[in-house]
């Protein structure tokens, strides 16, 4: 099994173009040692974003990211993994949303990472940034099926067809 590093973390997915972060709680194990997002196979994340827009996940990992950029889509973790015998602590959110003021709306993939991010990082938020909970696309969420995750998930195209999100474009 892989030693962390101290502070280990993923670094953001976002551009100029990302209007909408995702952000996932904590990157797991698997994600750390491949440097990838949501690379449980178990995870849904991919089938569900790409499901968004009737489409299949694309290989190699680098088309995924490609696709969540052209669809104005920013991807992170509340959290980030500390050292051996240190836990998780939290990421700069502050200092990311600053550094991209063109975020309108945080979508939390899960209920685990809206609290993480309610206890680290809420208060002092710009209250002009909109906030969602969607359903966790964890393989570990079984009380829906696939489909009712898009379905719920589709709160994400929505909001970005919204001539709201196109202004800022």
Same mark, same amino acid.
């Given at each position: 099994?892989?030693r962390?590093t101290?502070? !280990?973390s993923l670094?953001? /997915?976002?551009?100029?173009?990302?209007?909408?972060? =995702?952000?996932g &709680?904590?990157?797991?194990?698997?994600?750390?040692?491949?440097r990838?997002?949501?690379?449980?196979?178990?995870?849904? #994340?991919?089938?569900?974003? %790409?499901?968004?827009?009737?489409?299949?996940?694309?290989?190699?990992?680098e088309?995924r990211i490609a696709? $969540?950029?052209e669809? +104005?889509?920013?991807?992170w973790d509340?959290?980030?993994?500390g050292?051996? *015998?240190? *836990?998780?602590?939290?990421?700069n $959110?502050?200092?990311f949303? +600053?550094?991209?003021?063109?975020? =309108?709306? =945080? %979508? #939390?993939?899960?209920?685990?990472?809206?609290?993480l #991010?309610?206890? !680290?990082?809420?208060? *002092?938020? &710009?209250?002009?940034? *909109?906030?969602?909970?969607?359903?966790?696309? !964890?393989?570990?969420?079984?009380?829906?099926?696939? &489909?009712?995750?898009?379905?719920?998930?589709m709160a994400?195209?929505?909001?970005?067809? /919204? !001539?709201?999100?196109?202004?800022f &474009?």
């Open positions: 099994m892989p962390w101290m502070n !280990s670094d953001p /997915t976002v551009d100029c173009k990302s209007r909408v972060l =995702i952000l &709680d904590v990157p797991g194990k698997l994600s750390l040692a491949r990838q997002y949501y690379a449980n196979p178990s995870n849904q #994340f991919w089938k569900i974003i %790409f499901g968004i827009w009737g489409s299949r996940p694309a290989e190699p990992y088309h696709f $969540l950029l669809k +104005r889509i920013a991807l509340v959290l980030k993994v050292g051996e *015998g240190c *836990g998780p602590s939290p990421n $959110l502050y200092g949303l +600053r550094a991209h003021p063109h975020i =309108i709306h =945080i %979508f #939390f993939n899960g209920k685990e990472a809206k609290i #991010f309610e206890n !680290s990082a809420a208060p *002092g938020l &710009d209250p002009s940034i *909109g906030l969602g909970l969607l359903p966790s696309s !964890s393989g570990m969420n079984t009380h829906l099926t696939l &489909d009712q995750k898009i379905d719920a998930w994400i195209r929505k909001l970005l067809d /919204t !001539s709201d999100v196109r202004r &474009d």
